[in-house]
T-cell receptor, first 110, second 116 residues
Framework: RKEVEQDPGPFNVPEGATVAFNCTYS??????FFWYRQDCRKEPKLLMS???SGNEDGRFTAQLNRASQYISLLIRDSKLSDSATYLC???????????FGTGTSLTVIP | EAQVTQNPRYLITVTGKKLTVTCSQN?????MSWYRQDPGLGLRQIYY???????DKGDVPEGYKVSRKEKRNFPLILESPSPNQTSLYFC???????????????FGSGTRLTVV
């Protein structure tokens, strides 16, 4: 079973739409959770960490559900510039082995 | 500017010819890591290092070597490259976590390697 699983999409949404991505993880001992954004042929960039209490950064909201072992990312009022691949990342312990999902592709259409 | 610098950005080489991809970070991070990214497989960790002289295997270490002699540098060595090592490689670094919480990685711009 994969450590981290994401729906690959693609998600094609109109500007201004709200879109949500989910990601499930297999190891209940996972401690740190992140969402990254990756543009085509570029390096992944940290979008936000995901905290147990949930967190929000502008139009982006991340949630963690430990009981069901999934994390989510909600994007409100989508912009053309949000078009990218979104990667879900989990870390099991205090070491630095991070496990990446294969990513969910988002295209925001004018 | 805080960054992770990888070189070269692009490399085409022949099977069996040893090569090194350099990685350097200027953020005084303890943790460094190498990943490869392949279509449909996502990012997979090759090796990681938690501090100077401390390295460990990730999920796909076969055919690779690393060293961490200085805190800022973490080169990736392919002693005898093969075509199945054709991939996009990323170096990344982060500061040491606090308790059970880890900080996210900062990635370099990537090295696109082709082995023919």
């Amino acid at each position: 079973r994969k450590e981290v699983e994401q729906d690959p999409g693609p998600f094609n949404v109109p500007e201004g739409a709200t879109v949500a991505f989910n990601c499930t993880y297999s190891n209940s001992a996972s401690q740190s959770f992140f969402w990254y954004r990756q543009d085509c042929r570029k390096e992944p960039k940290l979008l936000m960490s995901v905290y147990s209490s949930g967190n929000e950064d502008g139009r982006f909201t991340a949630q963690l559900n430990r009981a069901s072992q999934y994390i989510s990312l909600l994007i409100r009022d989508s912009k053309l510039s949000d078009s990218a691949t979104y990667l879900c990342v989990v870390n099991h312990n205090t070491g630095n082995q991070f496990y990446f999902g294969t990513g969910t592709s988002l295209t925001v259409i004018p | 500017e805080a960054q992770v610098t990888q070189n070269p950005r692009y490399l085409i080489t022949v099977t069996g010819k040893k090569l090194t991809v350099t990685c350097s970070q200027n953020m005084n991070h303890e943790y460094m890591s190498w990943y490869r990214q392949d279509p449909g497989l996502g990012l997979r960790q090759i090796y990681y290092s938690m501090n100077v002289e401390v390295t460990d295997k990730g999920d796909v270490p076969e055919g690779y070597k690393v060293s961490r002699k200085e805190k800022r540098n973490f080169p990736l060595i392919l002693e005898s490259p093969s075509p199945n090592q054709t991939s996009l490689y990323f170096c990344a670094s982060s500061s040491k976590g606090q308790g059970l919480f880890n900080y996210g990685y900062t990635f370099g711009s990537g090295t696109r390697l082709t082995v023919v």
